[in-house]
């Protein structure tokens, strides 16, 4: 399993991998928000933790239709579902969701703390959303692997995962959100969003990975 | 160890492929499968890993013990395509796949003496040639120790003497009580192993 995510990193990191593309989106998403809104500073504050959430959530959908379907062209899925009796196929999901996360969406989470200074945003609430960041986007990584392991033998996909899992990530967003305004404006609670947060993210840990086995069993031709 | 096919049948797409076929290996036994485009050899191949559901009959690997308790886990199947992933090293790819795997059976420098190329072990695999590559991916049957073999046009893209290597790592492999099963148009090399002709299904 370690072979496995360790591989998936790399491939992610090198040439062609992919993994800068979605901070480099984020960057352009966030950028682009004061040019549209206008200089205002006090509403860039107050629509910062959102702005953030929403471009790191479409930043993280990017890339995942290649979740599996990189494997399934040159031929290593058909091997990692015959070894399924030795490392159980949900495992080298959730494995490989891991890595996805690791190599695409923690560069998220890093830079967001910078982007939430275009924002405006005061350091609690950079914080906050630094943090619900980090809780919340391994819950959009499992999602979009079932959405990846249904649409593998699509050859164009890519909006197609986006589509089938947006329903499923809204929650998360929504969470997500109100924890991180909880953290700055006063009567609203933080920890209780929070709370829901880490458990969808828990959830789907478990969920995301299992239907997404399910799916590539019975997707294989 | 057996490796025991009763009644095959598979179907794509709702139409038959081919149905009836039936084999017995034990250890030591090869099969070529052969037969004109279309008449069901890859199919036979991934129906047999368990990769396509069965359309009728039974699969089963009989006294495997704890090793290898399924066909499954006890094959080694080498495709179509190479399972290598062309960004990174081919040492890199064999070292992922002997450790995925498990049970490693040879070193990776030594594999890759086997197939005749130890001195790519550096190289990105996207730099080699088909042929290469193909040689590449049965250097990946060598790293790890599977008892069954499931060749899928193994020879596709290799030159004679590469072919003539590759005829005797098969012999080598049946000789260790392997069982390899091999779908194929060109003839192997391979002597004293079993034949089964698939004919495909009637056209109109």
Redesign the interface.
């Known amino acids: 399993m370690l072979a496995l995510f360790i591989r998936d990193m790399r491939l992610g990191i090198r040439a062609g991998g992919g993994a800068l593309v979605g901070v480099l989106f984020f960057l352009a998403v966030v950028a682009v928000v004061p040019f549209g809104v206008g200089p205002d500073l006090n509403l860039l504050a107050r629509i910062g933790p959102a702005i953030l959430w929403i471009g790191a959530l479409l930043a993280s959908l990017l890339g995942l239709d290649r979740l599996f379907q990189a494997d399934r062209e040159d031929g290593s899925l058909d091997l990692m579902v015959l070894a399924d009796s030795r490392h159980m196929l949900a495992l080298t999901v959730a494995t490989k969701c891991l890595a996805h996360w690791t190599a695409s969406v923690l560069p998220l989470v890093i830079a967001s703390p910078l982007l939430g200074l275009f924002m405006n945003m005061e350091p609690v609430g950079i914080a906050a959303t630094t943090l619900t960041l980090l809780v919340g986007t391994p819950a959009i990584a499992f999602v979009g692997a079932v959405g990846a392991a249904v649409a593998v033998s699509l050859p164009r996909g890519g909006l197609l995962v986006s589509v089938l899992i947006l329903p499923l990530a809204i929650p998360v967003l929504i969470f997500g959100v109100s924890a991180a305004y909880g953290a700055v404006a006063d009567p609203n609670p933080f920890l209780p969003p929070f709370m829901i947060l880490c458990a969808l993210t828990l959830g789907f840990a478990v969920v995301g990975p299992l239907a997404a086995a399910l799916a590539l069993k019975f997707g294989l031709d | 160890m057996r490796l025991i096919a009763e009644n095959l049948g598979a179907e794509r797409g709702g139409e038959p492929v081919f149905s009836g076929v039936s084999f017995e290996l034990s250890e030591g036994d090869g099969l070529v499968v052969t037969g004109p485009n279309g008449s069901g050899k890859s199919t036979l191949l991934?129906v047999v890993?368990?990769?396509?559901p069965l359309a009728g009959g039974a699969i089963r690997l009989d006294g495997g013990g704890e090793d290898w308790?399924?066909l499954?886990?006890a094959?080694h199947?080498l495709?179509?395509?190479?399972?290598?992933?062309?960004?990174?090293t081919v040492e890199?790819n064999l070292?992922?796949?002997q450790?995925?795997?498990?049970a490693p059976h040879m070193e990776i420098a030594e594999a890759l003496e086997m197939v005749g190329l130890p001195q790519v072990a550096s190289l990105p695999f996207g730099y080699l040639s088909t042929g290469q590559k193909r040689r590449v991916s049965i250097a990946r049957l060598l790293v790890s120790w599977r008892p069954v073999w499931l060749l899928d046009e193994p020879t596709a893209g290799l030159d004679a003497a590469s072919e003539k290597q590759f005829a005797a790592l098969m012999a080598a492999h049946l000789q260790d009580d392997g069982i390899i099963v091999a779908a194929t148009h060109i003839p192997l090399g391979l002597e004293g192993v079993k034949a089964l002709r698939l004919e495909g299904a009637t056209r109109c």
């Open positions: 991934r890993a368990g990769l396509l308790p399924d499954q886990a094959c199947y495709g179509h395509q190479n399972a290598m992933k062309t960004a990174l890199e070292r992922f796949w450790e995925f795997c498990g």
